[in-house]
């Protein structure tokens, strides 16, 4: 199956944040507030997906302020933290939204996405992702992880769908 028939099926996306959503980069202050950084590109595309109606979800193995900041701006409701195992994420996702694995995309970029990579229709890779997890994407972006990469799964659904055109063309 091509890349186009398996992003055609999907009506979820799912991110990982750190080095993904974020180029993996975490900052302290001398108080220890965490913080990070987002791409406005990837912000947009998001919300452009949403409005297709495909449906994002974030699963993090990390607890930040920050995400929850930045996906509460976005929409995104559905945000799972501190998820060491992210099975279970997945599981109750896809329980929820009565969908099938072949109707999810997962975007990572290490060994902790691994688990979704192995079970979802669409398993996308950061550009500057742990080549231990290379072989088990079906998509490898060409921008790494918090510099438009997300904004590039969103495109390539949005126009496996045939959406995307259509959203070009309202901004001429």
């Known amino acids: ?7 055609a099926r999907i009506r979820l996306v799912i991110f990982d944040v750190d080095g993904v959503l974020t180029d993996g980069k ?5 108080r220890g507030t965490e913080y990070k950084g987002f791409h406005s590109r990837d912000g947009l595309g998001i919300a452009l997906l949403r409005q297709t109606g495909v449906e994002v979800a974030v699963i993090s193995g990390r607890n930040s302020k920050s995400v929850t900041q930045r996906m509460a701006g976005l929409g995104i409701e559905r945000v799972f933290q501190g998820q060491q195992n992210k099975l279970a994420a997945f599981d109750r996702l896809c329980r929820d939204l009565n969908l099938a694995p072949e109707q999810v995309a997962h975007v990572g970029d290490d060994l902790l996405d691994l688990s ?3 079970r979802v229709g669409l398993a996308v890779a ?3 992702a742990h080549p231990a997890i290379l072989p088990f994407a079906h998509w490898r972006t ?3 992880g918090g510099l438009g990469a997300a904004r590039e799964v969103c495109d390539l659904i949005m126009d496996a769908q045939g959406h995307l055109q259509g959203i070009i063309e309202s901004h001429y």
Do not use: G, K, Q, Y
């Not at 199956?1 to 992003?7: F, L, P, S, T, W």
């Not at 975490?26 to 001398?30: A, Y």
């Open 142 to 144: 060409v921008n790494p």
């Open 116 to 118: 979704l990579m192995r």
């Open 26 to 30: 975490l900052f302290f202050d001398e």
């Open 126 to 128: 950061v550009a500057d």
């Open 1 to 7: 199956m091509d890349i186009h028939e398996r992003a």
